[in-house]
């Protein structure tokens, strides 16, 4: 993985609980200024858990057992609920699928924005508006004037997205974590939001934990990525490397299913027989065996480690070796 040696945001050997079992475990990453890591996988893979540990949002119902997360030199894990108010939208943001849900409907977009601008900053109202009228044109917004004092049913579903944005960036965090935050969009606004990720992630080195089941998104905008499954990370690596030389069979099924322009699947390998297992069903081997092509007894009964395959690239895999054979057959 080409990173940059300080990162920003280091998630260390995370573990969280549900009901005693890991849905999240031993889960490692680095994310450096104006960067962009995707976590991918299927559903129910840990990845929302992993990035409401991040902003101290977990539900009552889960808990971080192990690891630390740290924001350059400020270990998030160790705040109390009180610091991480303070730090939350002013050093880490995040955005989620539905704007619609996340916004209050009573209130003119204007007014969400700046005040989440004085939540953190000691400001006059008419200054914060000022903040948010400029934060409206940063992403893209036309004729900010008039949006400001609009409600959020008076705006279109990818306009609603770019005033989560604003709110989340107002205070210029220095990491934003996005869940999902295209999916549901259409098309094309899609790719409008996402070239808006691109383009504040380097003009701000924002740096930007990416959530996505969609590889054409991961293509397009991250630059590194960790392919989670049940919990676990399967594979970490650079984006190019995973895409060019895929070396856990997970990865190389889910690249394998993604569809092709014609739409023909590229494969018989293009879907994923069976389905991620629940966390009463995790046991001591690698979580995806049940369904892997390359399964041998030993994968049902250890763990693998993350193995290294080069430049940063790591796979728990214990069959890395056979990887080529996989391939040839999703050809
Ligand atoms: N509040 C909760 N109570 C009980 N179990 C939960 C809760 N939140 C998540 N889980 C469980 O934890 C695991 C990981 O969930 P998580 O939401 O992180 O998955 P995800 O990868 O984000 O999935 P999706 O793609 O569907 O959003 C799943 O098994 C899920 O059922
Ligand atoms: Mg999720």
């Known amino acids: 993985m080409s990173a940059d040696p300080i990162p920003l945001l280091s998630v260390e050997n995370l573990t969280i609980e549900i009901g005693g079992a890991s849905v999240v475990d031993d889960v490692s990453f680095h994310v450096a200024p104006g960067r962009v890591m995707a976590l991918v996988g299927e559903s129910g893979c840990g990845k929302s858990l992993t990035s409401y540990a991040i902003l101290g949002l977990l539900p009552d119902a889960a808990k971080r057992t192990g690891g630390r997360i740290r924001l350059h030199d400020l270990d998030l894990s160790a ?30 977009v204007g007014s969400q924005i700046a005040d989440a601008y004085r939540t953190h900053n000691k400001v006059s109202r008419a200054e914060a508006y000022d903040k948010a009228r400029q934060m409206l044109a940063d992403v893209g917004i036309p004729d900010p004037d008039r949006r400001l004092h609009q409600y959020p049913f008076e705006l279109s579903g990818g306009m609603c997205q770019r005033i989560m944005i604003s709110i989340a960036l107002i205070c210029s965090p220095r990491v934003l974590v996005a869940d999902e935050p295209t999916t549901a969009l259409d098309v094309t606004i899609q790719a409008q939001i996402l070239d808006l990720m691109k383009k504040l992630v380097s003009e701000r080195g924002t740096a930007i934990v990416l959530i996505t089941h969609d590889m054409g998104v991961v293509a397009d905008i991250a630059d590194d990525v960790a392919v989670m499954y049940a ?12 895409f060019a030389k895929p070396c856990h069979p997970y990865t190389a099924l889910l690249l394998a299913s993604v569809p092709t322009l014609d739409d023909a ?18 046991g001591e081997g690698c979580r995806f065996a049940s ?38 057959a999703a050809a």
């Not at 919990?231 to 995973?242: D, K, N, T, Y």
């Open 291 to 328: 369904r892997c092509p390359l399964v041998t007894d030993k994968c049902r009964i250890e763990q693998p480690p993350l193995f290294d395959c080069g430049d940063g690239h790591r796979s728990a895999c214990w069959h890395i070796d056979r990887m080529p054979e996989l391939m040839e």
């Open 231 to 242: 919990g676990r990370v399967a594979e970490i690596a650079g984006v190019h490397s995973l």
């Open 265 to 282: 699947p590229k494969s018989d390998l293009a879907t994923i027989e069976g389905r991620v297992p629940t966390p009463d069903e995790f």
């Open 79 to 108: 705040l109390s609920e009180r610091e991480f108010r303070k730090a939350r939208g002013k050093d880490i943001s995040i955005i989620f699928q539905e704007p619609s849900a996340s916004l209050d409907p009573l209130t003119t």
